[in-house]
T-cell receptor
Framework: DVKVTQSSRYLVKRTGEKVFLECVQD?????MFWYRQDPGLGLRLIYF???????EKGDIPEGYSVSREKKERFSLILESASTNQTSMYLC????????????FGNGTRLTVT | GDSVTQMEGPVTLSEEACLTI???????????LFWYVQYPGEGLQLLLK?????DKGSNKGFEATYRKETTSFHLEKGSVQVSDSAVYFC?????????????FGAGTRLAVHP
């Protein structure tokens, strides 16, 4: 079974802090994704990566950056956390093929105070 | 542009009732279609998928048929259980330039009561 592991289930940070959310997958998937999930807004794509060292902006990249130095790891960085970044963050990975499903981690609930 | 529309929730059913969650899509070309399920406190899990017209995906008693003529992929189950209470997401994936575009519906919350 594919496993996508997010480093923290719950995280509490202060406004202005730099925050790193880590995601690791064990199935050699080319594509990796970061979403945030908020009540009433569904899933919104922040960034995705279709290969090592490649990254593309999603629908809401402002205030975030990403890093993919190794194929299995995709990090989401909040440069200066703000209260409106309090959310559930979901990482996912998939094969490149368009008929491949995404495999999700269990999410990180981030609270910025 | 491409989009996925799901029926609004919450859907509230008694145990053993029949379930239908409607999903329609707008997309050019030939997308693959998926249903994901999210149980409380967890990430999304793939429930079933269909990759071409008239394909039927099925899993855990759920099924959905890819209907190109009506651009629909409705999720059905003949007899729901309390353990089916979750949020269900319909999604499509298609090729766009050098990568694959993925679009999720807004999700439909299902609550099943004993």
């Amino acid at each position: 079974d594919v496993k996508v592991t997010q480093s923290s289930r719950y995280l509490v940070k202060r406004t202005g802090e730099k925050v790193f959310l880590e995601c690791v997958q064990d199935m050699d998937h080319e594509n990796m994704f970061w979403y945030r999930q908020d009540p009433g807004l569904g899933l919104r794509l922040i960034y995705f990566s279709y290969d090592v060292k490649m990254k593309e902006k999603g629908d809401i990249p402002e205030g975030y950056s990403v890093s993919r130095e190794k194929k299995e790891r995709f990090s989401l960085i909040l440069e200066s956390a703000s209260t409106n970044q309090t959310s559930m963050y979901l990482c996912a990975s998939s094969l490149q093929a368009e008929n491949s499903p995404l495999h999700f981690g269990n999410g990180t609930r981030l609270t910025v105070t | 542009g491409d989009s996925v529309t799901q029926m609004e929730g919450p859907v509230t059913l008694s145990e053993e009732a029949c379930l239908t969650i409607n999903c329609t899509y707008t997309a050019t070309g030939y997308p693959s279609l998926f249903w994901y399920v999210q149980y409380p406190g967890e990430g999304l899990q793939l429930l079933l998928k269909a990759t071409k017209a008239d394909d039927k995906g099925s899993n855990k008693g759920f099924e959905a048929t890819y209907r190109k003529e009506t651009t629909s992929f409705h999720l059905e189950k003949g007899s729901v259980q309390v353990s089916d209470s979750a949020v269900y997401f319909c999604a499509l994936r298609k090729k766009l330039g050098g990568y694959n575009k993925l679009i999720f519906g807004a999700g439909t919350r299902l609550a099943v009561h004993p």
